[in-house]
């Protein structure tokens, strides 16, 4: 009975192994996918991208996640089928790397064309195809759908019950089962750390990432003042000395600086605009800040320091300096910090996008 039992158990430690391996296969092929993708650009611009045609985003996702998945099975079943009956022909399994392939190549931008496919002479990259890519994606899932198919086919015709066929093995790894297992779930968290890390300097993932974790962001509006200066003396001492009720006159000038954040995209007209509608608009004296220079000295005051915060911040973020190509911000994690990725109030998801891009105000 203990034999059995124990039998028992290395049977299903053997099946969640080839879970397990599995999983491994998908998540190795999402990393390869994403890799691909980011030669070429972000998960945040080809959504930007392809968002106007949402047929053709949508079914490039679906095939994209069915891809992953055949990927994950077909790995699956063949460390199984050589468990279980040793190596199947291998050119039952040569559409499997062919369906890769075509994964691979067709994780691009349909817009910015393809590093790989350049490779092969195809310099248009998936614009080059009538439905942008979508052929190749539709060719990985074919690729990738038809070793199942066989190795299934395979299996039954193998487990045949007499001396014609070979004899199966026993599938269960017996009491190293479990170290297996376990090694093998490792392997998956360190394989998902690793890809996480890379995923995560996307803008659209450190966007989310980076709004999670912080809870002051551009979109945050200003609280209404409701304590009393008898309730808040200390508060209201040192808002008096940082901005005092004449406010502060500077010698700044903001010139044509956010005409060419709005030209750059660094500041979205109608998003900067909305936020502030339900607060009355943006005050007289920066009503045309979107349409002509303003040259005069900005005089910053307790009314109007949000506005020119959320003015001067992409300034700072998207001006260019030749120091800034070796500042520490600009590294892996670019989009995730606040004063980066907070930045919201531009045409891209994440303003990480933006940093040292532009020629906004001359500078060394």
């Known amino acids: 009975m203990k034999e059995n039992e124990k039998k028992n158990i290395g049977t299903v430690g053997g099946y969640v192994f080839f879970i397990l391996i599995g999983v ?6 999402i990393i390869l996918l994403y890799w691909s993708l980011q030669l070429n650009t972000t998960l945040a611009n080809f ?32 460390v199984y089928r050589i468990k279980k009956y040793g190596f199947p022909n291998l050119r039952s399994q040569t559409s499997t790397g062919l369906g890769s392939l075509f994964g691979v190549a067709a994780s691009a931008c349909p817009v910015c064309g393809s590093l790989i496919l350049s490779a092969i002479g195809i310099t248009a990259g998936l614009a080059a195809f009538p439905l942008q890519g979508l052929e190749l994606k539709a060719a990985s899932v074919v690729f990738l759908a038809l070793p199942v198919h066989l190795t299934f086919r395979d299996l039954k015709r193998t487990n045949c019950g007499d001396s014609s066929c070979p004899p199966p093995k026993d599938i269960s790894f017996g009491s190293k089962a479990i170290f297996i297992n376990i090694a093998a779930l490792l392997t998956i968290i360190v394989l998902g750390k690793y890809g996480w890390e890379m995923i995560k300097t996307d803008p659209l993932i450190a966007g989310i990432y980076t ?24 508060y209201d001492e040192v808002v008096k000395q940082v901005l005092s009720e ?13 005409l060419k954040l ?9 998003k900067f605009e909305n936020l502030y509608e ?13 349409d002509e220079p303003k040259d005069q000295p900005i005089l910053l005051t307790r009314e109007n320091a949000n506005y020119y915060i959320n003015l001067l911040w992409p300034i700072g973020l998207s001006n260019y300096m030749s120091t800034n190509k070796n500042s520490p911000v600009n590294g892996t994690s670019l989009f995730n910090f606040a004063s980066t990725g907070g930045w919201n109030l531009g045409k891209e998801q994440n303003g990480g996008a933006y940093f040292n891009k532009f020629e906004i105000v001359p500078l060394t």
Do not use: C, H
Not at 24 to 29: D, E, K, R, V, Y
Not at 58 to 75: C, E, Q, R, S
Not at 224 to 233: A, F, I, L, V
Not at 262 to 270: A, C, E, H, M, S
């Open 278 to 290: 339900s607060r009355g608009g943006l005050p007289e004296e920066l009503r045309l800040v979107f």
């Open 24 to 29: 491994l296969g998908s998540l190795a092929m």
């Open 211 to 234: 709004r999670s974790e912080t809870t002051f962001t551009s979109n945050n509006k200003t609280s209404k003042q409701t304590t009393s200066q008898s309730e808040t003396p200390l």
């Open 262 to 270: 709005v030209q750059n995209g660094v500041i979205d007209r109608k």
């Open 47 to 78: 959504i930007n991208n392809t968002k106007s045609e949402p047929i053709y985003l949508w079914t490039y996702i679906i095939l994209t996640v069915v891809a992953i998945l055949l990927f994950g099975l077909n790995i699956s079943l063949l």
């Open 246 to 258: 004449s406010g502060f006159q500077s010698k700044i000038v903001l010139g044509n600086a956010v």
